[in-house]
Every structure is written in structure tokens, then in C-alpha cells.
């Protein structure tokens, strides 16, 4: 069974402070990690993706990739409270164009 | 630069019906998968339509079952609803290009509420 596991939340984190999202993987063999961003009611929408293990930045969001510790995370620094929402890793197994395995999801609250 | 669209946003169905979801993939894009999102779930993998054939399907009955137009477009069919069929129904588009890796960008989706 191919999963991946997140700490449900909410995860409380003041306005200006950095929230960090964690995820960890069980298939070895997976290639491509994602981070979506779900708002109440809405649809998925990608934030993140990375390949290669190391840090990857976009604004104020980093992934960070550890493939031997089978770990993915998401760092969101000067959290706004336009950032509550529930945060969802997601894995592809193989490469290419292969479905996306997620995680129920972290709830990020950031408190004004 | 269209996004991925989805019809209908809302539907009630009773059980034992039938239910025809509709997606249009991002410009660009020519494959589209479907995910069943639970309340407070994931979303699941239910299948993935390329060159209007089915390519890769999830643990989901055949009840499910789904089209792809030349377009690009797909519908997702359910057939003899039951009450756990309820959720929200996402339709997420990519390129199979020649890269290693495919982004999946959703659709707002198909909330579906059976009675």
C-alpha cells in the first residue's frame, strides 16, 4: 500500500511567523512531490512541485525534498492569514504522467 | 489562458441513479484524470484518459467508468449510485510531453450529494 502521511493539524501559527508543513512518503521509488493549497469549498490549486532532493524556492514558499528520508516539506515564511487553508502533499510513483497519491491534508490556521 | 472547467458545480441525484460529470482540460493539455475527494479526505485516483483511451485506473468499481473526446474533453459516468458515492468529483489536467514530470492542475469540481 503506497502512502502518504501527514500530521492532520490544525496547525496554529501567528501572523508574520513561518509554518512549516511536513510530509513523509512510503514508496521508495517515487519520483515527483507536490504541494497543493485547498481552500474551504474550493478545488486543489499547485503551489510547489519538486524533483531533486535540496530546497526549492518560489516567493515566500520553499519545498524541501529528502528522498533517502523519504520526507517532503513545505516552509511558508511571513504567513499571512490569506494562507489558512488546508496544505496537501501529493507523490507521482513513477515519472511521467503517472496519478498523484496524496495526504488527508494539513489545516494551516494563521492567526492576525 | 483557460483553465480546467467542469460541469455541472452542484448536482442531487437520488440512489440507483445515474450521473454524467464533464470536464475541459486546461489549453494545451491533452490528458485528464479524475479524483473523488471525501470530506476531510484526499483526493482518490479513479482513472486517467489519454488519446480517448482509459490508461491508468484506481481502485474504484466499474460503475465508474469515463470517455475521452478528441477534443481532449472527458465525461465521468456513475452508474447506480449509491449513498458513499457523495463527494466532491475533481478533474485534473497535464501534458504528456516528453518531460519526466507532469503538474496536475484541478478543476473546481462536481460537488455530488446522493439522497
Known amino acids: 500500500q503506497k502512502e502518504v502521511e501527514q500530521n492532520s493539524g490544525p496547525l496554529s501559527v501567528p501572523e508574520g511567523a513561518i509554518a512549516s508543513l511536513n510530509c513523509t512518503y512510503s514508496?521508495?521509488?517515487?519520483?515527483?512531490f507536490f504541494w497543493y493549497r485547498q481552500y474551504s469549498g474550493k478545488s486543489p490549486e499547485l503551489i510547489m512541485s519538486i524533483y531533486s532532493n535540496g530546497d526549492k524556492e518560489d516567493g515566500r514558499f520553499t519545498a524541501q525534498l529528502n528522498k533517502a528520508s523519504q520526507y517532503v516539506s513545505l516552509l511558508i515564511r511571513d504567513s499571512q492569514p490569506s494562507d489558512s487553508a488546508t496544505y496537501l502533499c501529493?507523490?507521482?510513483?513513477?515519472?511521467?504522467?503517472?496519478?498523484?497519491?496524496f495526504g488527508k491534508g494539513t489545516r494551516l490556521s494563521v492567526i492576525a | 489562458d483557460a483553465g480546467v472547467t467542469q460541469s455541472p458545480t452542484h448536482l442531487i441525484k437520488t440512489r440507483g441513479q445515474q450521473v454524467t460529470l464533464r470536464c475541459s482540460p486546461k489549453s494545451g493539455h491533452d490528458t485528464v484524470s479524475w479524483y473523488q475527494q471525501a470530506l476531510g479526505q484526499g483526493p482518490q485516483f479513479i482513472f486517467q484518459?489519454?488519446?480517448?483511451?482509459?490508461?491508468q485506473r484506481g481502485n474504484f468499481p466499474d460503475r465508474f467508468s469515463g470517455h475521452q473526446f478528441p477534443n481532449y474533453s472527458s465525461e465521468l459516468n456513475v452508474n447506480a449510485l449509491l449513498l458513499g458515492d457523495s463527494a466532491l468529483y475533481l478533474c485534473?489536467?497535464?501534458?504528456?510531453?516528453?518531460?519526466?514530470?507532469?503538474?496536475?492542475?484541478f478543476g473546481p469540481g462536481t460537488r455530488l450529494t446522493v439522497t
Open positions: 501529493a507523490v507521482n510513483l513513477r515519472s511521467g504522467n503517472t496519478p498523484l497519491v
Open positions: 514508496d521508495r521509488g517515487s519520483q515527483s
Open positions: 485534473a489536467s497535464s501534458f504528456r510531453g516528453t518531460g519526466l514530470t507532469y503538474e496536475q492542475y
Open positions: 484518459y489519454y488519446e480517448e483511451e482509459e490508461r
